[in-house]
């Protein structure tokens, strides 16, 4: 009955290589995102989807490509991996209403924890 | 732009002791939301309040109270008598309701350690 859900939990893979994160959630949720969590534990928006469409997106390299193929899964595919990918990274959805989706708590995903060699 | 400042980074405790976490935000919008999520060593991210700009009442829920005060865009976390497994990292969120352009903006995040 996991809420919001994420393969895989560790990702290590070599430079230039390229990965997939997926995401699914189950609680019905519109809207869902991609946070980077560094290693200073800064935790930062990279992405936000809502009923599939591109809502945000925060200035992160092309090389980062996420992908909503319905909305209950967010895939993210991250091409070319430099060192610097090496985060956690975090999947959450929330029940965004249009106008209120800022005053909807988010839900987190366990977390991906990618290392880039 | 909005902004979240936790000016705490580290904080020691004994256990029983009563902790503070404090949190300031900035932000240009009326209406905004926000947040506290605790991250214990195991690395999930769990939700614990959030608070309506409109809505000062300060919100107690066992252990744990809020105190928001829009006079200074505060909104701090206190923990009453703490135990070893409030020992995590604390983050307070800002979200402003701009329908589905809305994001959480965190703060640093406050590494509490409470000590047996």
């Known amino acids: ?117 | 732009a909005q902004k979240v400042t936790q000016a705490q980074t580290e904080i020691s405790v004994v256990e029983k002791e009563d902790v503070t976490l404090d949190c300031v935000y900035e932000t240009r919008d009326t209406t905004y939301y926000l947040f506290w999520y605790k991250q214990p060593p195991s690395g999930e991210l769990v939700f614990l309040i959030r608070r309506n700009s409109f809505d000062e009442q300060n919100e107690i829920s066992g252990r744990y109270s809020w105190n928001f005060q829009k006079s200074t865009s505060s909104f701090n976390f206190t923990i009453t008598a703490s135990q070893v497994v409030d020992s995590a990292v604390y983050f307070c969120a800002l979200s402003e309701a701009s329908g589905a352009n809305s994001k959480l903006t965190f703060g640093k995040g406050i590494t509490l350690s409470v000590r047996p």
């Open chain 1, 1 to 117: 009955d996991t809420a919001v859900s994420q393969t895989p939990k560790y990702l290590v893979t070599q430079m230039g290589n390229d990965k997939s994160i997926k995401c699914e959630q189950n609680l019905g949720h519109d809207t869902m995102y991609w946070y980077k969590q560094d290693s200073k534990k800064f935790l930062k928006i990279m992405f936000s989807y809502n009923n599939k469409e591109l809502i945000i997106n925060e200035t992160v390299p092309n090389r980062f490509s996420p992908k909503s193929p319905d909305k209950a899964h967010l895939n993210l595919h991250i091409n070319s991996l430099e060192l610097g990918d090496s985060a956690v990274y975090f999947c959450a959805s929330s029940q965004g209403i249009s106008g209120r989706a800022g005053g909807n708590e988010q839900f987190f995903g366990p977390g991906t924890r990618l290392t880039v060699l």
